[in-house]
């Protein structure tokens, strides 16, 4: 069971671990939830395992997120209305503010945004449950940039 990881952000340097972690992480809306009066928001998705990925052992883990001391959510391109289907996290990103609130953007494949606005960056990435293996290793195109050309 030592292939399980827990992991803890405080800063908003830390989420830059964590996005790594949950790059190509599988969810679906019907696994994620906001309580106001909790003030937190949590996520159930199955990660790949980044830390033991060669081509012998390519893997994923359930893992949950929760997100602690959330004042608000908003999405952007997610319907709840078929909380199966699936949705790949691409990252995570921060802003803070000098009063150390955070507006925290989970960010899918697709273009689909969660943005979580907290009174500080407060996030635990726990695993659980066994690893299975998997055929596929998560990847993304980069889009294309065009510059405006100058005549």
Sequence with gaps: MSERLKLKAEEAEDLVILSATLEGAITSPGEMGYSASNRAFTITASRFMWETSDEAQKKRIRTGLYCADVTA???????????????????????????????????????????????????????????????????????????????
């Design 73 to 151: 959510v908003k999405t952007s391109e997610i319907s709840r209305d078929i909380p199966t289907m699936a949705m790949e996290l691409l990252n995570i990103s921060c802003v803070t503010k000098e009063d150390g609130s955070a507006e925290i953007s989970l960010n899918f494949a697709g273009g689909g945004t969660i943005r979580l606005f907290a009174e500080c960056v407060n996030l635990t990435l726990t695993d659980v449950g066994d690893a299975w293996k998997t055929d596929h290793i998560p990847f993304h195109k980069e889009k294309e940039t065009t510059s405006p050309s100058s005549s």
